[in-house]
């Protein structure tokens, strides 16, 4: 199984940018073509969070006819940038949508890997929260097939990364999710967004990771003195290749643009 993971679009209207700097309605619209070229294709396409730059509803149009042009199964999380209201508004005919509940939180149970997207988002606040009601919807989750493969979808990573003006708005409530995560081994990755970098490492018993952003990535600044800034890197996205013969699990970088090559490896 193949999932691409696309992450951070910021999508806004016509006319506006991100930041003031970043038009990303033509990056977004490249990275879409770029994965509907690939050879093989991925079986689905996962999008964890930040789909708007403000979480308007003209700008969830936008994203909508942006996304129309996939080719490949698709399914959305909410970021810190996004409203619940607004997407229910005008997404709301989406098979992914739940009809109902405070939270937009689901399980896809098509493929050899379950993919659970749980919601991080927290109001107004630019960090995430795992609070008792999505810590227990989480735990019912896992507890209906403890043995299967599971990845988990968020879009606050769950751990630190080092980049302290991004650490300080992350996760609320990791602990406890450490806690039930590492009681199933059947969950084979957490993948988050937010930090607009690719970013591995061990966390309760599986392995954590972010994906770079499809626009602007942020500054790599370990300094805690250093204020948060993000750079125009290269956007990317994430493969995940499931081997369901060897039960592993083998994630990619992929750069969306037009670079020189690919080369013959002669002299």
Not at 27 to 52: Q, S, W, Y
Request: aromatic share 8%; with cysteine.
């Amino acid at each position: 199984m193949l999932i691409a993971q696309i992450s951070d679009l910021h999508v806004h209207t016509e006319g506006n940018y991100a930041y003031g700097v970043v038009n990303t309605l033509p990056m977004v619209d490249k990275a879409i073509e770029h994965i509907n070229r690939l050879n093989p294709r991925p079986d689905v396409v996962v999008a964890t969070g930040d789909l708007t730059h403000h979480g308007e509803i003209p700008e969830y149009g936008v994203l909508r006819q942006l996304l129309a042009k996939l080719e490949i199964p698709l399914y959305l999380l909410l970021g810190n940038h996004d409203r619940r209201e607004a997407i229910r508004e005008t997404l709301g005919d989406l098979p992914w949508v739940p009809a109902s509940g405070q939270y937009l939180q689901y399980v896809v149970d098509d493929y050899p890997v379950r993919l659970i997207m749980l919601d991080t988002l927290l109001g107004d606040e630019d960090g995430g929260m795992i609070d008792e009601p999505r810590l227990n919807w989480l735990g019912e989750q896992l507890a209906i097939s403890p043995n299967v493969p599971t990845f988990l979808f968020l879009h606050h990573p769950p751990f630190d990364t080092g980049i302290p003006t991004m650490d300080c708005i992350g996760l609320k409530g990791r602990e406890r999710l450490g806690e039930l995560v590492s009681q199933y081994p059947s969950v084979k990755r957490i993948a988050a967004g937010h930090l607009h970098r690719p970013i591995f490492t061990q966390w309760a018993g599986t392995v954590a990771s972010t994906a770079p952003s499809l626009v602007h990535q942020v500054a790599l600044n370990l300094r805690s003195e250093v204020p948060g800034e993000f750079v125009m890197e290269p956007p990317a996205y994430q493969l995940h290749q499931w081997n369901n013969d060897t039960q592993t699990l083998v994630s990619h970088t992929v750069y969306v643009g037009d670079y020189p090559g690919p080369y013959p490896f002669s002299t």
